[in-house]
């Protein structure tokens, strides 16, 4: 496989088998990504993964938050005012992830059993937090999205299935305390990970892109 067609196959699965990747796979995966590029070299990355039972206890303590209606209390500030085509895609993004689990935009118990498998880690035998220290900025950020589309090219490549969840940012605490998080650095986002149910329904869900057009300009 090449990276072109890892990047045409790939796509967020949020449905996994009960079967765990065996920690050398694993090891392998970041120990590959780590080579991804950074702002000068600074690779200002942390990984922290969870599996077995840690996961298992973390998956129960962040369902109980969300349960709770616990207020989510982000280390770096959430996203930004979304506008226009931005803002549209964000919709369609949402209403195209509900209709395919037949759920109506109005049903509200419906979405919120939706966004609890943010928490349930869609059932994912794995989660990997992305972290970097607190004192870092914007730069810092795009390396961390570089280093993640990297780690999630090489699992296409090995036949994982992962998805990234800025949602696993909210509830910090069970994560400092289960996961082995440096001190000095917040959560820009979680990945589960696992093998694929390809039976599960949601995994179903497909997002297009904007044509090339859309997206950039060509000046000569
Ligand atoms: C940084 C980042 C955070 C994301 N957070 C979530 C999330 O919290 N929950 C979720 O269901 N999907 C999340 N996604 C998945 C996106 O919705 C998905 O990548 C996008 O809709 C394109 O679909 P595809 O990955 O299937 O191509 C996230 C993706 C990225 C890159």
Redesign the pocket.
Known sequence: MNVSEALQT???V?GYLDEPVPDTVIREVFDTARLAASNTNTQPWHVAVVSGDACDRLRDELCALFDAGAEQDRGFPGGARLEGVYLDRQRA?GFG?YATMGVERKDMEGRARIAR??FEL?GAPHVAFFSMPRTCGYPQAVDL?IL??TVMLVMVEKGIGC??????AGYPGPVREIADLPEENEI???LSFGYEDTEAHINT???D?AALDEIATFTS
Request: positive net charge; proline residues 0%.
């Open positions: 790939r796509y967020s949020r993004c992830y498998k943010n869609f999205g993640l589309q998805i990234a969840q800025g949602s696993l820009l986002f979680g869900v497909r997002m892109r």
